[in-house]
């Protein structure tokens, strides 16, 4: 299997900024997409921002401009530096990557969850 592991939340005051790191491991062939969500209290799971192992990006309305992900493939990580952080920012940050891993004596496709990592936007 496939295991992703956040890190970079914490708490920061409107108009600061953060790096968020989610960093795959595992018997990894190929990442597809990668990419980051969000879920705020009493709120669904959103999409953030993702990106694809050829480069596409996209971003949702309310982080365009602020927001911007990217990925090293090398280190099977992907990155999502936030600016100009809003209060309505403040959620549980939880990176997702797609694709295939061996399995010991066959390759399998994967959709993985990394635990998340709260940030939270307030003075």
């Known amino acids: 299997q496939v295991q992703l592991v956040e890190s970079g939340g914490g708490l920061v005051q409107p108009g600061g900024s953060l790096r968020l790191s989610c960093v795959a491991s595992?018997?990894?062939?190929?990442?597809?997409?990668m990419g980051w969500y969000r879920q705020a209290p009493g709120k669904q799971r959103e999409l953030v921002a993702a990106?694809?192992?050829?480069?596409?990006?996209n971003y949702a309305d309310s982080v365009k401009g602020r927001f911007t992900i990217s990925r090293d493939n090398a280190k099977n990580t992907v990155y999502l530096q936030m600016n100009s952080l809003k209060p309505e920012d403040t959620a549980v940050y939880y990176c997702?990557?797609?694709?295939?891993?061996?399995?010991?004596?066959?390759?399998?496709?994967?959709?993985?969850w990394g635990q998340g990592t709260q940030v939270t936007v307030s003075s």
């Open positions: 990106i694809t192992s050829g480069g596409s990006i």
């Open positions: 997702n990557a797609d694709g295939t891993y061996y399995a010991g004596s066959y390759y399998a496709d994967f959709g993985s």
């Open positions: 595992g018997s990894i062939v190929r990442i597809n997409a």
